[in-house]
């Protein structure tokens, strides 16, 4: 028995587009350019600012308001996400890897989420401010 050449071209397309659904969804959601970050957070509807890198990369500077949560802490800690009561998430961590991760995370959760662009690397190649904790924060 002969297949047509149309059905199985059709066959390999809807597998195709079932594998490129998910990369779709997160395309939808831009990234956040560093340089719009204090705008938008500055809005009464801004979002939670989160990084995810360790506690000792926050430690040496991260950004202003921003929350620390490690993205291999994060699925078990979602709840500290949903308490901030944010309407999305805006997530970044060194050069993005780990941000990607978290945001995979917080998407399977439901949470709206994106990333600063470029990451910490970014933000630091920019100039952009860095806040570190107060000698009290850090245990000094």
Not at 40 to 64: K, M, N
Request: charged letters at 25%.
């Amino acid at each position: 028995m002969r297949r047509h050449p149309m059905l199985l071209s059709r066959a390999r397309q809807g597998l195709l587009l079932a594998c490129l659904l998910p990369i779709a969804a997160l395309a939808g959601r831009p990234d956040v350019s560093p340089a719009a970050v204090a705008e938008i957070t500055a809005r009464p509807d801004a979002p939670l600012l989160l990084d995810v890198r360790s506690p000792e990369e926050f430690a040496a500077g991260h950004v202003a308001g921003a929350v620390n949560i490690p993205h291999d802490q994060l699925a078990s800690r979602l709840a500290e996400v949903e308490a901030a009561d944010r309407p999305w998430v805006l997530v970044y961590c060194r050069s993005g890897k780990r941000a990607t991760s978290a945001e995979e995370v917080l998407a399977k959760a439901g949470v709206e989420v994106r990333q600063i662009e470029g990451s910490w690397l970014r933000w630091e190649a920019e100039g952009r401010p860095v806040a570190k904790p107060a000698a009290s924060e850090s245990g000094q």
